[in-house]
Nanobody, 121 residues
Framework: QVQLEESGGGLVQAGGSLRLSCVAS????????MSWYRQTPGKSRELVAY???????DYTDSVKGRFTISRDNAEKAVYLQMNSLKPDDTAVYYC???????????????WGKGTLVTVSS
């Protein structure tokens, strides 16, 4: 019923920037909290940043001051601007959203398939 599609990953040198995008589609009544997670092999998925529908946002400590999350409710999209990238930021980045669907207005959690970010030293 709902799909999240990420884009914008790629290979970048340390100190560089990337902007990730995630667009939601499907039978969406409302988008609530939207988040970015990341995961590296052998590690659990880590919350990077989240943003509520009113724009309130927060970040994990390791990215504060370097990453900025934003959203466009009309476009059903969430973005992650990543600056001053470090090799430790290398991971698959996943979009996540709490979505209320038209069929029953119940809120469900959805994941995108992920986009790979590789930061070279």
């Amino acid at each position: 019923q709902v799909q999240l599609e990420e884009s914008g990953g790629g290979l970048v040198q340390a100190g560089g920037s990337l902007r990730l995008s995630c667009v939601a589609s499907g039978s969406i009544w409302s988008l609530n909290i939207m988040s970015w997670y990341r995961q590296t092999p052998g590690k659990s998925r880590e919350l990077v940043a989240y943003i509520e529908s009113d724009g309130t946002a927060d970040y994990t400590d390791s990215v504060k001051g370097r990453f900025t999350i934003s959203r466009d409710n009309a476009e059903k999209a969430v973005y992650l601007q990543m600056n001053s990238l470090k090799p430790d930021d290398t991971a698959v980045y996943y979009c996540n959203a709490d979505v209320a669907v038209y069929s029953d207005m119940r809120v469900r959690n959805y994941w995108g398939k992920g986009t790979l970010v590789t930061v070279s030293s």
